[in-house]
């Protein structure tokens, strides 16, 4: 066989591969710019459209990464709002106004999934002002004709206590009074549907007790029940971190509010035989699974409504340790391991 068609035949096939497993739109990754060795954002937008990735999340809003947006692509994006910048919003609509004129409004052309009016801001110094700062970014957003707007927030499940058995779960004394506020307030608004991010990490709960949490429960690996929460039956952690939050949500009336995750990972290194590239690729290799095949958790049987991997690079500007190694990529692009959320073509 000539080369020309050995090489026909191999991108035919990769293609054929890639359409066949091209990752759905209710997978995203996290797009994290603390580092001072990342690539260029036209590289970066070029590189999720070879690896299928649909959408992704920004922390900020960033005018370089969404201006190259403009140009290049039609990726859908969540844009965060900065924790910092809750305090203005909230004390003046003004402020509001004039952040969807610099940040929404030269880019109402793409496809902004949502605004993420802070980041595990609950609890914390900041968190006084998300229900503020929230209700004025939806007025800003409707006096300047766009009425389409999702607002949401992202939640760690540092904002939760007693989370075993899930059950049990409730939001803890700083966040339960906030967030009961901020329930509220998304049921008044009248948004096309209410949701909210929270952050999913079983390595944080393996790493920090080894000796009690299974590495197979954590890792979606686990062949029977770990343990029984009533009725409910759990295989994995990640189910019971997510259904901790159901719980929760459930106790100040938020159950009718969509959870997505807005983050979920494992470090490849950093943390010595806990965190190694072989584990992190197990880990979302199977949560892509979990996701797009499986999509419940044992409370939920609705179905998720996607996850956010985190994330897209490993970065430099983090703390040192595992900070510095969620990433799926390293700043040169070159993958740290191969994982179903970026299928990249050859």
Not at 80 to 104: C, M, Q, T
Not at 254 to 263: K, N, R
């Amino acid at each position: 066989m000539s080369y020309s068609v050995l090489l026909l035949a191999c991108v035919l096939a990769h293609h054929a591969i890639f359409a066949a497993s091209t990752p759905p739109t209710s997978v995203g990754v996290c797009y994290g710019t603390l580092g001072d060795n990342l690539p260029l954002s036209s590289d970066v937008i070029s590189l999720l459209e070879r690896c299928g990735i649909y959408k992704f999340r920004l922390y900020n809003p960033n005018l370089n990464v969404l201006d190259t947006l403009l140009r290049q692509s039609d990726r859908m994006v969540s844009v965060g709002v900065p924790n910092e910048h809750l305090s203005i919003l909230a004390s003046s609509l003004d402020e509001a106004r004039n952040w969807v004129a610099k940040f929404y409004t030269p880019y109402r052309r793409l496809n902004i999934e949502n605004i993420v009016v802070g980041n595990e801001v609950v609890p914390g110094e900041n968190a006084q002002y998300l229900v503020g700062a929230t209700r004025n970014l939806y007025t800003a957003f409707r006096e300047a004709t766009f009425p389409d707007m999702i607002l949401t927030t992202a939640l760690s499940s540092g904002s939760l206590v007693n989370t075993y058995p899930p059950s049990q779960a409730t939001f803890s004394p700083e966040a339960i009074g906030v967030m009961t506020d901020y329930v509220n307030l998304l049921k008044e608004l009248d948004m096309y549907y209410n949701m909210i991010y929270i952050h999913v990490y079983p390595y944080f709960a393996y790493a920090a007790d080894p000796a009690n949490v299974r590495l197979d429960y954590a890792l979606f690996q686990a062949t029977e029940p770990v343990f029984h929460d009533g009725d409910l039956a759990y295989f994995n952690l990640f189910d019971a971190i997510y259904d901790s939050f159901m719980w929760a949500m459930e106790k100040i009336n938020g159950q009718d509010i969509y959870l997505a995750v807005g983050e979920s990972g494992w470090p490849s290194a950093g943390n010595g035989n806990f965190t190694t590239p072989q584990l992190a690729q197990t880990y979302m290799t199977n949560l892509y699974q979990h996701i797009v095949v499986d999509n419940k958790t044992p409370k939920n049987s609705k179905g998720m409504r996607g996850v956010m991997a985190f994330a897209l690079f490993n970065e430099n500007l983090k703390p040192p340790g595992v900070e510095q190694n969620f990433g799926l990529f390293y700043p040169d692009l070159h993958a740290v391991y191969p994982t179903p959320f970026c299928q990249c073509k050859c």
